[in-house]
């Protein structure tokens, strides 16, 4: 089941432009397969080429909601799935002293109690939602199981309430500056996109829009010195 809200490649490329994002025809081409498809896109490149703006950009032009998981070394399933609130457990707890441990138990284990992290929250929502998994590179190992275990099915079993299956799947960009390699299952289970940095016509466009009270010649000339320096 794809995402839907893009109807051609064309499609992708004026949609993002509206909102401020300047796609080339491969940008636009690897969104509208991993839309369509409804599998989750993988974006490599070096920092500042635009990877978590294209998330942003895709969510706006599809008036979908942006849920964020930003990774980073030691993050864990609690910080990225979700966990529950002890302290407000601890203060039922004592408030109901009188009540046998199953009574509370079943109480405590409940949804009033339930803090959901982005990948739960990503596929609880409703409605049309983009779920950026941000510099998945920086994030441990481990933390790669979990990603393929939620973006296989599209589900996370909590013990104590059950399944819970995404009524509707978000569409997922996972981004990497490529500081280690993910693993090849990971990889396997996307649609990979590199992002360099642009040409110059591009990127002379994209100062114009973000720029544009600048002189068409210096314009141009920073974006050579750019170049050159790079």
Not at 13 to 21: F, S, T
Not at 142 to 163: A, R
């Given at each position: ?36 498809l409804g599998k989750p ?72 109690f339930l803090l959901p ?114």
């Open positions: 089941m794809g995402f839907g809200p893009f109807t051609s490649v064309d499609d992708v490329k004026a949609r993002l432009a509206d909102v401020g994002y300047l796609a080339s025809d491969a940008v636009a081409t690897t969104v509208y397969l991993a839309a369509t896109l993988l974006v490599e490149g070096p920092a500042g080429v635009g990877k978590t703006e294209l998330s942003r950009a895709v969510a706006e032009a599809s008036e979908a909601e942006l849920v964020r998981l930003q990774c980073y070394e030691g993050v864990d399933e609690a910080r990225a799935l979700y966990e529950w609130n002890h302290a407000k457990q601890l203060l039922r707890i004592t408030a109901g002293r009188d009540e046998s441990w199953d009574e509370a138990r079943t109480d405590i284990f409940s949804e009033e992290r982005p990948l739960l929250t990503a596929i609880r929502n409703e409605h049309p939602t983009v779920l950026l998994i941000d510099e998945t590179d920086k994030a441990d190992v481990e933390i790669e199981g979990l990603l393929l275990e939620v973006l296989g099915d599209f589900q996370v079993t909590v013990p104590e309430l059950g399944t819970i299956v995404a009524k509707q799947r978000p569409f997922v960009v996972l981004t990497s500056n490529a500081t280690r390699e993910l693993s090849e299952a990971l990889r396997r289970r996307c649609l990979f996109l590199h992002i360099g940095f642009p040409e110059a016509e591009l990127e002379e466009r994209i100062v114009r829009l973000k720029v544009p009270e600048l002189d068409a010649t210096l314009t141009g000339s920073v974006v050579r010195v750019v170049n050159a320096l790079r």
